[in-house]
């Protein structure tokens, strides 16, 4: 039985048809999966199957070795894109709670993965503004808090190489990104990140309907 499909554009009959159909969560993902389903409503912060599924698949398609995510929780997204980094690819994880990426680590290391992977606690913004100004990633995945989105996008794209993707998580928020009464500060957040990246012409851009909505971005 799939789980409940975290788009609101499908049902669960074409949810648990589209997974069937694509490649599955194997058992340390699926281990990962009700681990952190049984931490209870928050669980809904990790992203779909599918979409791990397609990230892996992306990261591979393009070659990435170099990635970063801002926003780990649990680990499952960055378990899928450290299994699709090229041999010797390296993973950099930020997020603020050691609790949750604890769990994500023990999974990392049962997948045999978590050498590629770093986790750096603490404020995301602070951990970018670290980093050197160069060229130090193919592929970004952002999927934090949502006022941090702006500065997240700035800080991974002035270190991503031309033609590198960034990744950008819940851009449609439910749907209430196009309900005009929704004005809460999340959705007021991602309606001006996804206003901002629309005309940013140092990006080609695409808005994809997966799970809760997914831009992706690509360096020009
Ligand atoms: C939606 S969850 C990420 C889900 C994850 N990508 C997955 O696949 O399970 C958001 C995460 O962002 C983290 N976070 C929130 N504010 C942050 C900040 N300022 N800096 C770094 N991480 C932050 C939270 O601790 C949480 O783990």
């Not at 439910?174 to 957040?189: H, I, K, R, W, Y």
């Amino acid at each position: 039985m799939a789980d409940a499909p975290k788009s609101f554009f499908v049902s669960p009959e074409i949810h648990a048809y589209l997974l069937a159909h694509g490649t599955p969560p194997d058992p340390v993902q699926q281990s990962l999966i009700e681990e952190t389903r049984a931490l209870g409503g928050i669980s809904m912060m990790q992203i779909a199957p599918e979409q791990g599924a397609f990230m892996t698949l992306l990261a591979r398609a393009i070659g990435a070795r170099r990635a970063i995510e801002v926003g780990t929780f649990t680990g499952y997204s960055a378990l899928c894109i450290a299994r699709g980094l090229a041999d010797g690819g390296r993973l950099l994880c930020c997020d603020v709670s050691e609790e949750w990426t604890s769990i994500g680590r023990r999974h990392w290391e049962r997948a045999g993965v978590a050498d590629r992977i770093e986790l750096r606690i603490g404020p995301a913004a602070e951990t970018l503004r670290a980093l050197p100004e160069e060229e130090l990633f193919d592929l970004g995945f952002i999927d934090a808090d949502k006022e941090g989105y702006p500065t997240y996008f700035e800080e991974i794209l002035k270190r991503l190489r031309p033609n590198g993707l960034v990744l950008v998580d819940n851009v449609l928020w439910f749907g209430q990104v196009a309900n005009p009464e929704a004005n809460d500060p999340s959705t007021l957040a991602i309606r001006a990140f996804n206003e901002k990246v629309a005309h940013d012409a140092r990006v080609d851009r695409v808005m994809l309907p997966v799970a809760d909505g997914l831009t992706i971005l690509r360096k020009r």
